[in-house]
């Protein structure tokens, strides 16, 4: 045992004092009881403080977290193409939707255009139908010349109130045509129907003056084998009578039954004929229909004046 352990009286050296570390780089260290600056041997290596138990040693960042310095570190180039790389994402996008929209469009133009009706119909069919189409179209255009005209001449100046009293005589005949209170005469077609009181009912005969309304039919009347005419007009009404007789306007009808009405042949004729129309109706009932075309039909038969109870004309 050295003397240096028996003065300690432990058996083990004395430790060395630590090495008090220096202040701020140039500046004296600021304690007390530091040692003099001049005395520290700037060879002399300054120990490390002891790491304090139980802490757990600095984990390396991750690659994903140093990441974003490189790319700030970049030159810039990933941040410019970001926004390329969404504007071409929405493009597609856009493409997209565009094209599912207007596929939509073309689907939705098929099922609404398709029509099952015509697809199954004839062809010679289809001309008629095309060709009451076309006259209609003419008549409609005809008519809005004719009030052009009229409308031109009553702005004409001097000879505006002549033209306004020719207009005036003019609808007011036409009017009375309709109205079936002045006889008629022009162009036109023969309707004929005979067959079964079923086949020739009153609903049958009723959807042939609708039919010849619509194309065109301008006055009508409507004669039994009694030798009774009635003027059909907007009111006129049609009931079935016994023993297959028919009651217009109150007044009794024997079979056969026969029509005269003012108005373009073809037009007419093609109504009556088309698919499904009055003469197919009433050949399935057993019945038939036979038109006959006219250059002149007259329409001589007159109807009562309507009395107006409530109405009157506004002025």
Do not use: C
């Not at 099952?116 to 008629?128: G, K, M, Q, Y």
């Amino acid at each position: 045992m050295s003397d240096e352990q028996r003065e300690t009286g432990t058996g083990w050296p004395q430790p060395a004092e630590p090495v008090r570390p220096a202040g701020p780089a140039g500046e004296p260290d600021p304690r007390p009881d530091a040692p003099d600056p001049d005395e520290l041997s700037p060879l002399a290596p300054v120990e490390a403080p002891p790491e304090p138990e139980g802490r757990p040693e600095a984990e390396p960042e991750s690659e994903a977290e140093s990441e974003p310095d490189a790319d700030a570190a970049g030159d810039g180039h990933g941040d410019a193409a970001r926004p390329g790389r969404r504007f071409t994402s929405a493009g597609v996008m856009i493409a997209v939707l565009l094209a599912l929209l207007g596929f939509t469009l073309v689907v939705q133009f098929k099922t609404t255009s398709t029509d099952p009706t015509l697809s199954a119909t004839r062809e010679e069919d289809l001309v008629r139908i095309s060709s009451d189409l076309d006259s209609r179209e003419r008549r409609l255009r005809q008519e809005i010349d004719g009030l052009e005209d009229s409308q031109r001449q009553l702005r004409s100046g001097e000879q505006g109130r002549q033209a306004a009293l020719e207009e005036a005589t003019r609808r007011a005949d036409e009017l009375g045509i309709l109205a079936g209170t002045l006889p008629a005469v022009g162009p036109g077609l023969e309707v004929r129907f005979w067959g079964p009181e079923k086949a020739v009912s009153s609903t049958r005969i009723l959807d042939a003056v609708q039919e010849l309304r619509g194309a065109g039919a301008e006055a009508m009347q409507i004669e039994g084998a009694n030798g009774t005419a009635v003027r059909i007009i907007a009111s006129t009404y049609f009931v079935d009578g016994p023993s297959g007789d028919l009651v217009v306007d109150g007044r009794r009808l024997t079979g056969p039954f026969r029509i005269l009405v003012i108005g373009d042949p073809a037009t007419m004729r093609t109504a009556l004929n088309i698919p499904g129309g009055v003469v197919a109706s009433v050949g399935e009932g057993g019945g038939n229909v036979a038109t006959e075309d006219r250059e002149v039909v007259e329409v001589s038969q007159l109807h009562a004046p309507i009395k107006l109870d409530h109405a009157r004309p506004v002025s």
